[in-house]
């Protein structure tokens, strides 16, 4: 059996899949990565399902070595950089762990979540269906905790790594308005309240957790009172409480709650609206069912697409091959991955 | 035609159906705590199930409206939005599972931290409080906030208390609280407002047991005080994966 070990990790890094469906009547939250693309990606690319559990990473990087064997492991989201041994690894390119080694994951440059996947995915017991991690219930991850320094994560990995390979990823726009279907209380708000939510500028909350986005921005006024007897929730609801600031609850969320919600982040939007930053301002567009239905369909076929859209690194980009073929200073092969120089620009 | 006016309480012959984004919607069959709405939820929500429709994902009831999950991509919306509208026409309220749980409770003392403030405040004896709170039978609203955690109805209304001022961070698995005309059996610990009238040792939710979820929507929850000699013997059970509520005939 090969581990992958904790050197170092932030304080809230922990195992996360597409989530835990099927509780929500029994008040289980579902959970899940809170960027299912990044997720989907980082699985693509050492050979996984696009939505077993990975590591997520919020915000703070990590330090991991492996024992019992040698580990394919990728990194993709949030622009955080993946070393082995402290040779730098091309940004969403799959890598080899070997025994004695340490992998070493930056802290995030954009965005906040990132994803360390390994070939074969983590064995370990599922809560209710899934590895997810959830804080306030102690559901899944290790035990019902987050990682910790020290954990000992066992891999279900093949014996004999498979290829490297290179996913280009284009980052999602930042600056595109975060798109919304009005409700399902809209009819609490004044119009004008709804004109500030979709006209208004909002900023990102330091008070942004897995649970919820608080965001700040002008006043959005309730027309009948803001207590409502608590009905169910999904991911992306757009809640205003008594004070009209809103809240986005996120995948941590509870499975009821009782203010109104003025309108819901489409499905496709959630991924990129999770990465904003505390600080980082974001606008709100309405769109119909049609076009939010059609931008689920894309997503959905984008991730169907991604395991065509792999191509092979030619190299093992470790220090003894790099040296030993002496490319250190760079690729040549327009069809390989962009080099440490070029990544970091 | 006249259009249907709501009836008594709020109750609507048709009910709203309402967007909650590309994923879900949500079919609103009134704004308040009331056991024909909860009746009805739950009576569509078992039609909905047993229909099982292209895409249908998960369902969550609740005190007045029953979310419906399903994945934009493989259901039609309008289709489904017809299909709820359809059997939601003169649905029969769903009274009660037919199950009736007697929870065990250990009132008063480091059990119930609040039973003399509650008992205080209504100018009662805590036996008083214990006796109402013991003498009624509840119905499960729906099941939320946290795994397990079970919204009850059928609280004694002299027994209304609003919640604390002051929400305390933690509260013990199993507490038996109560706020506003709200009752609860607890789960795991949590933060809370309620007032802690006692502490049951039955785990509501218990991720290792076969049930892991004890009690459900439309399920029905009397209590029963026990002594503190009690306690040790009935947790021990519990943690061992017991049941240790009795489901009773109702």
Not at chain 1, 166 to 180: G, Q, S
Not at chain 2, 61 to 69: A, C, D, E, G, H
Not at chain 2, 224 to 244: F, H, I, K, N
Request: hydrophobic residues 40%.
């Amino acid at each position: 059996m090969i581990d992958l070990v904790v050197k170092a990790c932030g304080p809230m890094t922990s195992l996360q899949d597409r989530g835990r469906h099927g509780y929500q009547r029994f008040g289980v939250s579902p959970s899940g990565a809170m960027d299912a693309r990044s997720l989907a990606a980082a699985n693509i690319l050492v050979g996984n399902p696009p939505e077993i559990a990975a590591i997520e990473f919020v915000n703070l990087g990590g330090t991991f070595t492996c024992s019992g064997g040698d580990l394919r492991i990728a990194v993709v989201g949030a622009d955080c950089s993946l070393s082995i041994d402290g040779v730098q690894v091309a940004p969403n390119t799959a890598a080899l762990l070997r025994e004695g080694q340490e992998a070493q994951v930056g802290h995030a440059r954009t965005g906040t979540f990132a994803y360390l996947a390994i070939a074969g995915g983590f064995a370990v017991e599922p809560q209710l269906g899934s590895l997810s991690f959830h804080l306030r219930s102690r559901l899944g991850g290790l035990d019902g905790a987050p990682l910790r320094p020290g954990d000992r994560l066992s891999c279900k990995a093949e014996a004999q790594p498979g290829e490297l390979m290179h996913l280009p990823l284009e980052a999602p726009p930042t600056d595109a308005p975060i798109r919304v279907m009005l409700g399902p209380q809209d009819d609490y708000f004044t119009p004008a309240a709804i004109r500030t939510l979709l006209e208004g500028e909002f900023t990102v909350s330091p008070q942004a957790d897995r649970m919820g986005f608080q965001l700040t921005g002008p006043q959005i006024e309730h027309a009948k009172g803001f207590n409502i007897v608590s009905d169910g929730i999904v991911t992306g609801h757009i809640q205003v409480p008594g004070n009209g600031q809103p809240i986005v609850l996120m995948r941590d969320r509870q499975t009821a709650g009782g203010y109104p919600k003025i309108a819901t982040i489409i499905s496709a939007d959630l991924d990129r609206f999770a990465q904003l930053r505390p600080g980082t301002s974001v606008r709100f567009k309405a769109v119909e069912r049609e076009e939010a239905v059609t931008a689920a369909r894309q997503m959905k076929d984008w991730i169907s697409s991604l395991p065509t859209a792999l191509v092979p690194v030619r190299f093992d980009l470790t220090t003894e091959h790099l040296l030993s073929v002496n490319l250190i200073g760079g690729a040549v092969d327009a069809l390989a991955p962009r080099t440490p120089e070029t990544a970091a620009s | 035609m006249a259009r249907f006016q709501p009836i008594r309480r709020g109750i609507v012959q048709t009910p709203r159906i309402l967007a909650c984004g590309d994923s879900a919607l949500s079919v609103e069959f009134g704004e308040t705590i009331d056991p024909d709405i909860n009746g009805k939820v739950l009576a569509l929500d078992d039609a909905l199930r047993m229909r099982s429709p292209a895409g249908l994902l998960e369902t969550v009831p609740t005190y007045r409206s029953l979310l419906v999950q399903f994945d934009p991509t493989l259901t039609d919306y309008d289709a489904l939005a017809a299909l709820l509208t359809a059997e939601a026409q003169g649905l029969a309220p769903r009274a009660s599972t037919g199950r009736r749980w007697r929870i065990p409770v250990v009132y008063g003392g480091e059990y119930g931290i609040d039973l003399e403030d509650v008992a205080e405040r209504h100018g009662l004896t805590p036996r008083q409080v214990i006796d109402r709170h013991a003498g009624a039978v509840y119905r499960v609203y729906m099941i939320g906030f946290l795994p397990g955690f079970a919204y009850l109805g059928g609280l004694d209304p002299t027994l209304a208390t609003p919640r604390r001022t002051q929400p305390r961070a933690k509260i013990p698995s199993g507490s038996i609280i109560i706020g506003g005309a709200q009752a609860a059996v607890g789960s795991i610990e949590c933060p809370s407002g309620w007032h802690i009238l006692g502490r049951t040792p039955v785990r509501s939710y218990a991720p290792e047991r076969d049930p892991a979820f004890l009690l459900g929507a439309g399920d029905e929850v009397v209590f029963e005080p026990v002594d503190t000699s009690r306690w040790d013997m009935l947790d021990r059970e519990a943690q061992a994966g017991g049941v240790v509520a009795e489901e009773i005939r109702p």
